[in-house]
C-alpha cells in the first residue's frame, strides 16, 4: 500500500502487526465521528490491552506487537480504529528506522496488505494504519502521519487525557510500587513520556540538518531549508485557507534574460497525477488553483510567477502539490541567481514561508515544495530544491509523484 490508499476488508477480524528493526509500542484508539475518544477507555496499548472490539497483543520484544479489531464486535459511534507505533526507547525517532505494518486475517492469519511509510525523520510517533467504516463497509487505509512529540502527543491530539503530574511517580522503580517493574515502564507510560517530549520540538527550527522534523508558524516567518518541513499551524489551528505560492529568479552574473515556467502539479492519495497548472493551463480543479501568467525574462523585483491555491476548495481527492520550474528555453539553473518561492497568506499578503534556493545544478528543471494534506486536515510545506532533466512541466509529473 501507499500513503493514502485503501483496501476492502474481506475479514471480519483483523490484526495489525507494526515490525520494525527496533522494539515498538503498537496502540488502538477507537474514534468517533468527530475524529475523538469518547473516553479514555478508548485508548487501548500496553497498559490497557482491551477495549470494545479492539485488543493490544505484545509481542513480548521478539515478535511485533500487535492491534486486533473485531468489526463486528466494535459499538455503535466508533467510525475508525487507528493503529499508532513509536519506538520503545525513550527519545528515539523513526530516523533510520523503517516500520512495516501488516494487516491480517485474524482467524487464518492470512496477509491482507502490508504498508511501510517513506521519508520518516524526526517523528517519534505514526499513525500507521486505520480501519474505518464507510457506507456500512470496513476498510483499512495507509496512512503514515508522523509525530515529533511521541505517543504522549497522538493521544492528545486524539482526546485522551495525559496528565502532566504523573511523573511524580518516578520515585516508584527504587520502591517497585504501583507501576510494574522498575525500569520498562519510564519509556513504555504514555503519561511519563510527556514530560521527555516537549524538548524536542524547540530543538527542530534551529537545526542547520536537513530533513529535521516539523516546525510550525507559532514564532510567525519561517525561513526553510532543503528538506526541513513547516506545517501551517499556527497555536493548533490551520491558519489560513487560500495561499499563493510566489516564484522567482533573476538572470545569474547579468546574464541573459532567463524564461523559465512555474507550474503546480497536483496529486490524488496514491500519488497518481490529476491536474497540472501552468502558463498553458491557468485554472485547474474548477478554479481551486490559478497561475497569474507567464513571465518570459525574470526581470523586475518581487515574484516573478504566482500560483494562488484555495486549500479549502481542493477537492478531497487531492493530497499533494508539488510546485516546479522549468527553463523552456534550455538554459541551466547554473545560469539562473536567486531562486526562490515564498508561501503567502492570501488574504493579508503576509509572508508565511520562504525558501531560497541555495545550490543549483546544471539542468533545466527543479521541484521547489510541495504542499501535502495530513492525515488530520491539514497541510504541511516541505522545502524540495529538487534538480531534474526536464523543459516542460509534463517532464516533471513522475520524478515528483517520486518524490511525495
Known amino acids: 500500500m501507499t500513503p493514502g490508499s485503501n483496501i476492502p476488508l474481506s475479514a471480519a477480524r483483523v490484526t495489525v502487526d507494526v515490525a520494525a528493526p527496533v522494539r515498538l509500542d503498537v496502540s488502538g484508539l477507537l474514534l468517533t465521528a468527530d475524529g475523538k475518544v469518547r473516553s479514555d477507555d478508548d485508548f487501548i496499548f500496553y497498559n490497557q490491552p482491551t477495549g470494545q472490539g479492539v485488543t493490544y497483543r505484545s509481542g513480548g520484544g521478539t515478535a511485533p506487537d500487535a492491534i486486533t479489531v473485531d468489526t463486528a464486535a466494535v459499538p455503535a459511534g466508533i467510525e475508525k480504529i ?87 511517580a518516578a520515585p516508584a522503580p527504587a520502591q517497585a510500587a ?89 496529486y490524488g492519495p496514491q500519488r497518481n497525477h490529476i491536474d497540472s497548472c501552468y502558463f498553458g493551463k491557468l485554472s485547474i480543479l474548477n478554479g481551486a488553483v490559478k497561475h497569474s501568467g507567464d513571465n518570459l525574462t525574470g526581470e523586475g523585483g518581487g515574484d516573478d510567477e504566482v500560483i494562488v491555491v484555495d486549500l479549502g476548495r481542493l477537492p478531497q481527492e487531492v493530497s499533494g502539490l508539488v510546485f516546479t520550474v522549468n527553463s523552456f528555453s534550455g538554459q541551466k539553473f547554473t545560469e539562473v541567481a536567486k531562486a526562490y518561492c515564498r508561501l503567502i497568506d492570501a488574504a493579508t499578503g503576509e509572508e508565511l514561508v520562504r525558501f531560497d534556493l541555495t545550490s543549483a545544478e546544471a539542468q533545466t528543471g527543479v521541484m521547489m515544495a510541495k504542499l501535502i494534506r495530513q492525515y488530520s486536515g491539514e497541510w504541511d510545506m516541505t522545502a524540495m530544491g529538487n534538480f531534474v532533466k526536464s523543459r516542460t512541466v509534463r517532464g516533471m509529473v513522475k520524478p515528483s509523484a517520486q518524490a511525495l
Open 178 to 266: 504501583t507501576p510494574p517493574p522498575a525500569a520498562p515502564p519510564a519509556p513504555r507510560s504514555v503519561a511519563r513520556t510527556t514530560p521527555a517530549a516537549p524538548p524536542a520540538p524547540p530543538a527542530a527550527p534551529p537545526a542547520p540538518a536537513p530533513g529535521t522534523g516539523k516546525i510550525n508558524l507559532d514564532k510567525g516567518r519561517v525561513s526553510l531549508q532543503k528538506n526541513q518541513t513547516v506545517s501551517l499551524v499556527k497555536g493548533g489551528r490551520p491558519v489560513l485557507s487560500q495561499v499563493k505560492m510566489g516564484l522567482g529568479w533573476e538572470p545569474a552574473y547579468r546574464g541573459k534574460d532567463i524564461d523559465l515556467d512555474a507550474s503546480v502539479i497536483a
Open 82 to 168: 487507528v493503529v499508532t507505533a513509536s519506538p520503545d526507547a525513550a527519545g528515539q525517532s523513526f530516523q533510520g528506522v523503517e516500520p512495516t505494518a501488516t494487516i491480517r486475517n485474524a482467524d487464518d492469519n492470512s496477509v491482507l496488505a502490508t504498508f511501510t511509510p517513506p521519508q520518516l525523520g524526526a517523528e517519534t510517533a505514526l499513525v500507521i494504519v486505520e480501519v474505518y467504516l464507510r457506507n456500512g463497509a470496513w476498510k483499512a487505509r495507509a496512512v503514515g502521519q508522523g509525530y515529533a512529540n511521541g505517543l504522549a502527543g497522538i493521544a492528545t491530539d486524539f482526546g485522551v487525557t495525559v496528565e502532566e503530574p504523573a511523573p511524580a
